[in-house]
C-alpha cells in the first residue's frame, strides 16, 4: 500500500535499542517511521488503533528519532483483517 503512494521503503522490523520500527520509509524527502496495527475480527468495531496508545506513541516517536536517515514524522497503519478481505486505514503524523 505505502508503495503504490510513492513510497521507498528502507527496512522492516528495523531494530533499535530495546524496540522496533515496523517499517521505515521514504515518500519524496519526508523520511517516515510507519508503526503497524493489525486486528483480525468480523466485527465493524474492530480498530486497532485503540491499541496505539499514548506510551506506544511515545516508544515509537522515540525510535523514529533514532533512525538514520531521521524520520521526520510518525505514520500508523491499522489493518482489520477479516473472511472477505481487509481494510487498510493509514494515519499520516500519529
Known sequence: MLVDHGATILGRNVEIERGEIDIHAIFGRTVVAVEVKTLASDSVMANPLRSYTKGKADQVHRLARRLRPR????????????????????VRGA
Open 71 to 90: 524520520a521526520h514524522r510518525v505514520d500508523v497503519v491499522a489493518v482489520v483483517l477479516h473472511r472477505s478481505g481487509a481494510d487498510v486505514r493509514w
